[in-house]
């Protein structure tokens, strides 16, 4: 419970001044969705290190799967509709969720990749904070 307290709180921080003042600032309305579209990509990458880390490699093609439909996405809403993004960073948003309570209910049963303790919590919280700026600001955008 802790953990995830603490993971919401660090997701808060890493997502607002963390990534999005920063990335306002220094890059522009244009540079903003280049950067938020591309993050999708290096994000969906962390399930298949933590397949490594944690020496499991049984859910290693669901992770690769995964990785292929973020960059997908990430293309598809750089280069067609930023408003696919907003769908994107909510979907990642529960990918992180299906993550904790497939492995923290069934464990091995369904192969999932063991992510560290409060991450899921840290996750939904910057991926619904990202996706709500990303569509406040998808009038400049488009």
Sequence with gaps: MTANIIGLIVGMIVAIP??????RKFLGVRGERTFFSLTL????????????YYG??????AEIVGLIIFTVLALLSQFL???IL???YVAHAWWDL???IFVGAIGSAIPWTQVPTGYAAFCLAYD????VYVY???RLWD
Excluded at 41 to 52: E, K, W
Excluded at 56 to 61: G, Q
């Design 56 to 61: 499991d490699l049984t859910a290693l093609h």
């Design 18 to 23: 963390g990534t999005i003042m920063p990335v």
């Design 86 to 88: 907003v769908a994107a």
């Design 136 to 138: 406040k600001r998808l």
């Design 41 to 52: 990509i290096p994000i969906a990458l962390f399930y298949i290190g933590f397949s490594y």
């Design 81 to 83: 509709a930023s408003w």
């Design 98 to 100: 299906l993550h904790e």
């Design 128 to 131: 619904l904070i990202i996706a």
